[in-house]
């Protein structure tokens, strides 16, 4: 591993880190994006990175933060973390068996779905 590539994986987890914290976006709007564009690695691996990343409680602290100002719906959060540990399961099986051209263009279209949505919209 190169000083470079060292460097721009402590830039793309610590701008991860402040925009997950932030905004609550970090790992596959931010990471995947400059795994694939700045370090130059697939689609494929770099969507295995994003999820590895967040495999250990990384948000603990930000978590913690939102818990304490009482905004966290525990009951909410429980149902769409089971929920999600299957969708992840069933997704990655899915993206797995896709081209990774084509997974680009899957993933950049609900970037600019969701983008788009945000802007214009109230």
Request: hydrophobic fraction near 60%; glycine fraction near 12%; charge should be positive.
């Amino acid at each position: 591993m190169t000083v470079t590539t060292i460097i721009g994986l402590i830039l793309i987890g610590l701008l991860a880190g402040i925009l997950s914290g932030l905004v609550g976006v970090g790992g596959g709007i931010l990471m995947v994006p400059l795994f694939v564009f700045f370090l130059g690695i697939s689609q494929h691996n770099a969507q295995g990175m994003s999820l590895a990343v967040m495999l250990p409680p990384v948000t603990f602290f930000a978590v913690y933060n939102y818990h304490k100002a009482g905004t966290i719906d525990w009951k909410m959060a429980l149902i769409v973390s089971v929920l999600f540990f299957i969708g992840g399961f069933i997704g990655s099986k899915i993206a797995l068996q896709i081209d990774q051209r084509i997974l680009k263009k899957i993933f950049g279209l609900m970037m600019l779905i969701v983008a788009l949505k945000l802007i214009f919209t109230k």
